[in-house]
């Protein structure tokens, strides 16, 4: 399922600083996606200096993708007036899952021909540099922690609500990316335990994905819709599938199922967020991704935010009701390359500590 | 509810090494329990050099025990034939709700006297050394994962199951406390979010430790025999209230009904690991308390850990179903005031590597 960009309705937030303001060293993040590659190159704090995005053309396969991150990386590098010696360490997105010990992309969904190739590895030889590798869901949150809606923050967790759910994990400088690659798979949540608990894509039950991924919004308004619930959907999906935009716009213009739906979402995605924060405690959780109903600035995004606020806070432990910080993240789309280009920081900053 | 210890058929581990093979410096640790509080000397590998209990005497006020605390420090000290200066930093534990980042014990239900006591500073000053504070459960997290059951591991999530059920989260040098105090309550877990979900001794609905804590074993067992079950335990009902040994000792004898309330509390428990998992990824998740039904080497207890692997492992993300670790603790009581003295010695040693 495609989601359609505007249902984010996300402003840019990309500020590019100037090469005169940044600190160095500098730091290339590359986040790779079905579609396009994003690049971009990075301050010391996180800032954005230069940026430059590229057609992922997957089934030119990985070797080629791999050259062009190289370019990729020496043309952000020249288009800020950058020296080549300033950019020291490369970050690397993709999506799972990796190997993250062997830097190897193993069997993602979305990039059929690119499946156990050495990507770390292969990226860095291109660069000309050493390269952190992440998960995409984990960079973005690295990203959001370092200079989006966690920067002010010691720890953050991170949902990203998209056609499924992920998410990234920060407590300190520790990035939660687990012994085997699925440290902060947020959206494996169980939030159903009862028999007939929906299955989500992996078709395993009563997950948090399988109730607020994309194709469960969908598919509990489906259900509602099969179930003979008035609704104007119903003459949309007379002619084509419904989309959560479809979802979105339909509660926007006041359609009680819709709203409903909606809500629903938030009273969901309430139960894998209290577990969260009962497990981790961190000081925010932060929402990203395009099944925000709007996300922030947004009537239908800021209702969501404040329907998930309400159901969260009574069923915590009593020292965090009145601490308890859900916000929408703020990088947008920015999130994975500069999440990126942070944890090669992260990891330079730890080896020149080690090394010293 | 008491726990009887014999319900945890724990061997005691300790195995003292003496003053010649220890590893300076030295760190004592304090774990505090609402009966006794232990102490003990250990050096820099997590071996105990000496060890003296004490009991808490509540009732006589935490000002005094803070000071019989100073004494029990300075007597394994001279326990162990240690030379003062050698040990530089004690850990102390204690039961939560606390504020770590000013050193308070807030609102302890087993210690009623002691509320709102800044026993960090009161045991440093009596120590006459920096004290690392830490919540109990947690502390015993990081005896396990030091010198314990995760002693081979990088990360690794302990469950105490007890009177109720606690946890600690490890990865690396980072123990998930909090932003408040809070981290690692894997009691608090959604397992349940039906409307007629079990509450525990907060009234949170749907907890695991509304399912899987002692009260909560006993509590579905009474429920099975008003509902007209039968089972031996019909029979120690009409004298007094059941108690978890009771629910073990006729499970072992072959009990029909016990036996399903043992393995339904692993088919319970089943439920919060799976989350655990999928939102850490640890290399090990470690089973402690008195509630694992005889533990390691015990039929009912082996049973218990089985049963648990088997419902746990089909629901894992695929790449986590072979490599599925999940164990018993290894230091039964020893456990927190390891784990104290632990995380005395990683504040120790981080604080030498900043201030270098």
Known sequence: MNLPTSLAKMPDPKQYVSLRDAETPLFAGIDVGGTNIKIGLVDCQGRTLAYHTIPTEAERGPEDAAERMGAGVGQVIKQAGAAEQ????????????????TGMLLTPGNLPDWWNFPIRDRVSQHCRRPVRYANDANAAAYGEYWSGAGSEFHSMVLL???TGVGGGIVVGDTLIEGAHGCGSECGHVLIDSSPDARRDSLDKAGSLEAYCGAYAVVGRTNDALDAGRP??????????EITPLDVSNAAEAGDSLAREIVLETARYLALGIITLIHTI??????????????GAGHPLGEEFLQQLRDEVRPRLLHSLQE???????QLGGDAGYIGAAGLARLEYLQKNTTDR
């Open 160 to 162: 990203t609500l998209g």
């Open 86 to 101: 300033d950019v020291v360490h490369v970050g690397l997105a993709t999506p799972g899952p990796l190997d993250l010990s």
């Open 281 to 294: 405690d961190p000081d925010s959780v932060v929402l990203g991704g395009a099944m925000t109903f709007g």
């Open 231 to 240: 609704s104007s959907l119903t003459e949309v999906r007379a002619e084509r």
């Open 323 to 329: 601490v308890l910080q859900i916000d929408f993240a």
